[in-house]
């Protein structure tokens, strides 16, 4: 049986505003805003990508998944691991911030502090679970960036944590691997790019508007980075994993590009 190539909830085709693709312009380079505007591929043309009749469903969503595949090769050629993604002033912060999971608010199960710990696995020299009092120990960023959700929705948060970069650093991390994967407490699961994950405004957050993050929002630990739309960001995660190995995720699982950059 075919997966559905979107989950149902997600409305189709959903895109930014014009002034969100405005102020994120130098992200979306020359050829990719071109396919953006023109608005994509028509499914005919897939097809005959994929070698397939429009009418053949399992055909065309194999198309769609090598287009996704190729542009995340794309993408990841084209990401400037230096340049950085717009900030906002801190009066812009939406307090609290806006939820959003694969299942309602009311339905989360709050992490205990004091028996999470944060497994490693993969290429890293470390192999000791860390615990909370570790991690808050560790230097600390703070970025106010925008948030977007696939949904089509957004907002200005304000997260601080050690920079990614420099955790792996310190448990003595492969950088030079080819993915950083996350899972959770709530079954979620998700994984970047190496450039991404070392990129300066990638952080494993402990805090939200200088504040402990609270419980919906991924406490005691999830991953903000200024470069990657929102599914993009997993929370409440309880392992690391350094790998070659492609690791996928929730949604790009149910047919999201991987990639999904900013
Ligand atoms: N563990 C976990 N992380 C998750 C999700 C989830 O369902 N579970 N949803 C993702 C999606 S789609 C979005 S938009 C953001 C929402 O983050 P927020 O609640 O802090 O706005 O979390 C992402 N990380
Ligand atoms: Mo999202």
Known sequence: MNKPLLPSRFRPALRPDPGLLEEHAPALRAAERRMLLRGSLSLGALAMLGGCSTSDSAGIQAALRAVSRFNDRVQAWLFDPNRLAPT??????????????FYDVDE??????????????????????????RIMALPESEIIIRHICVEGWDYIGQWSGVPLRLFLERVGADTRARYVAFRCADGYWGSIDMATALHPQTLLATKYARQPMADPFGFPLRLRTATKLGFKNPKWITSIEVTNTDPGGFWEDRGFNWFSGL
Not at 88 to 101: D, G, I, Q, T
């Open 108 to 133: 989360v199960v709050p992490v205990e502090a004091a028996s999470w710990r944060l497994e490693l696995s993969g290429r890293v020299a470390e192999r000791q679970a860390w615990d909370l009092p």
């Open 88 to 101: 906002y002033p801190e009066s812009m912060v939406l307090k609290p911030p806006r939820f959003n999971a």
